[in-house]
């Protein structure tokens, strides 16, 4: 904080710098000494296996073990060439000689239920019943009353 002429002004840090440093040690506590592979899992694996998986721990035997959801465990048994080199490749040096793979079971979240409301007014409803009321052909009427109904439906 500097004060200039009465007026504090003060040094503005970015969040994720503030946040490596308050992380380092726990990170550390759990065999990550390159929090690279963390907080980069993601460009690592790719946006589809980084929902699929979570890095846990490296052990000193540089062997990373990551949970996977089971359903997935095959096919990332595939990729783990891959994936190590795009570790060393990111860090720079061979940080990760194995990969192990704990399978683990995720919860699936609950779809939402969408409730219908009809954004349509009484007295809208009534003049478009007395329109379709006019056709004389049933299965047209049937149609045009399924389509105004779907048309002015809402979900919400």
């Not at 040690?25 to 296996?49: A, D, H, L, P, Y």
């Amino acid at each position: 904080m500097k004060i200039n002429n009465g007026i504090k002004k003060y040094n503005l840090q970015n969040i994720s710098f503030i946040s490596k440093n308050i992380t380092k040690n726990i990170f550390r506590k759990r065999g990550f000494n390159q929090t690279k592979i963390i907080s980069e899992w993601e460009q690592i694996v790719g946006k589809e296996v980084a929902n699929l998986t979570t890095p846990e721990s490296i052990s000193v035997k540089k062997t990373l073990t990551v949970r996977v959801e089971s359903s997935f465990s095959l096919e990332f048994q595939y990729i783990i060439p891959t994936i190590l080199e795009r570790i060393e490749y990111l860090i720079g040096y061979k940080a990760i000689k194995k990969i192990n793979i704990k399978q683990s079971y995720r919860k699936v979240k609950k779809q939402k239920k969408y409730k219908i409301q009809n954004s349509i007014s009484n007295k809208e409803k009534q003049e478009l019943k007395s329109l379709i009321d006019n056709i004389n052909d049933e299965k047209v009427k049937k149609n045009i009353q399924k389509f105004a109904n779907s048309f002015f439906t809402n979900l919400k």
